[in-house]
């Protein structure tokens, strides 16, 4: 469903798509009982008929070529706005990670993220400020019953992280010979895989958002997985870590 | 009642299992358990050695990433029983990662002696040296067994750019003064030896010039190098005892008789 809504921003098709609805409610609510399993199929995306040429109206100015290039630009630009804005606790990427990010893909199976993240200071001297590349892929959406809510059985892949401050560093320092450590102490590598749940919010209660997902992720990082590769001392609870987060879709 | 009893035990399991893999960042410094080891340690060895002849202690380093060879170490160590203490020469963690220092620690926290760490080079990376300070203290320290002190010191100077003093010679000039009334006979420990690269060799000579101003010099301990062996580096009497990495499986017993010492290597 609401794939369908994205991908068809005309309000026109929308208002379609509805009286499809209506109709074929209808249509299983009357169908008489001439076998006595009645199978009910939901479709996730609802093919419609194109729509009818005389109900659009066209102007009787034709769009110059200035006019079709601003629109294409703004197009553009337009793919370039945030579909959603994310908060995830912990997942070493810093205490609280705030940021943004696009879905896309035919059934918007593939999420680009971009997260700032907060790490007070603790034992060290300083609190630290960390930036997130996070791709995600989340293969299926199933839909909870008949209900607004959906469950997204997997979510992985990986993220970059990287730590800001002059104690770490991508290149080794030209005070080490070359090649002295082989690792940058300023960028992890991490992959992960979690569960989502999320819920449609009716759109007479909408307000910020079309739709709330909560999540939870198992991660490792580079560095856990070389230190638990030759020891059989670390267990996962050592080298996994477990965060949680939410996910506001707001287009 | 007795489902939604267990049914809330499992929750509270899951949740307090769930503390444990929630991490903030590798480098974080946010440390659970006991902070300033060597503090604690060494009041224990000051106590347990008071009026003792005869010391004998151990001396390993380099234990980053091979945790399964350092939980042998202490259960071989854990098997003799005429061990006063141990020493580490540094190199805790591979990555000055938060963890590895805590897992290091919770593994030697095993030992039934106590133990003190020194600062290697690989345990400045990152946020590491903060690290090291919370879990075990200043990187620079020193101790009296018996009537022996040992001196301890951070000698990784690669790792500072010459933007601070590595060696201290202030500390160590100090330490050649301070409570000088308890100790005839002094240990220098460090992590990396006189005239290798990441030494600041510019003052090698001044260091070693400064150490054997120490009331009764008997030798120096160091590690980094992953292989064991000594050196008698200056020419000068001076003999530096080299502690392999626990990947080779074997570590240094020094035995401090009222007449001079003995050395030994164990392999385990």
Redesign the interface.
Known sequence: MKWSIIKYRNYFAIALCLIAICHTGTATAFTPALQDTTVITIHDTLYLPSPETESIAVSPVKPSRYDRRVHRYRRHWEALIPTHTKLQ???????LSIGTGWDYGRRNQWETDLLF?F?P?????KA?L?FTIKQNYIPWSLQIRQSDFSFEPLSCGLYL?T?FGD??WVHE?D???QGY?G?S?KV?FHIFAGQRLTYNIPSRFRVTARAITLFYE?ST?D??V??AF?????KP??Y????FGIKLQLL | MKQTLLGGICVACLLL??C????????????DGE?DINAHHIEQIERDCLGKDTIRFVTMGDSQ????ET?DFVNHLNQRDDIDFVIHGGDLS????T??FL?QRD?LNGLKVPYVALIGN?DC???GE??F??VFGDPNFSFIAGRIKFVCLNTNA??Y?YSRPIPDFKFMADEAQSRREEFDRTVCCMHIRPLI?EFNNNVAEVFEYVITQFPGLQFCTAAHEHQVFQLDIFDDGVIYYMSDCMKNRNYNVFTITPNGYQHEVVYY
């Not at chain 1, 996994?240 to 965060?243: G, I, M, Q, T």
């Open positions: 606790f912990a997942g070493n990427m810093g205490l993240g790490l200071k603790y034992d060290s001297d630290k960390t992280n730590v104690e770490f320092p005070r080490y010979p450590y690792f102490s992890r198992l990082s560095l856990y070389v230190s030759t020891n059989r001392y670390l609870k050592d996994l870590s477990l965060s | 299992s769930g444990e893999m929630i991490d903030y960042h590798p480098y974080d410094v946010r440390i902070t990433r091979w945790y399964d939980v591979d990555f000055g990662v963890d590895e897992w593994i690989h990376l990152g946020t903060e690290t300070r919370a690669i790792e750019d690269d």
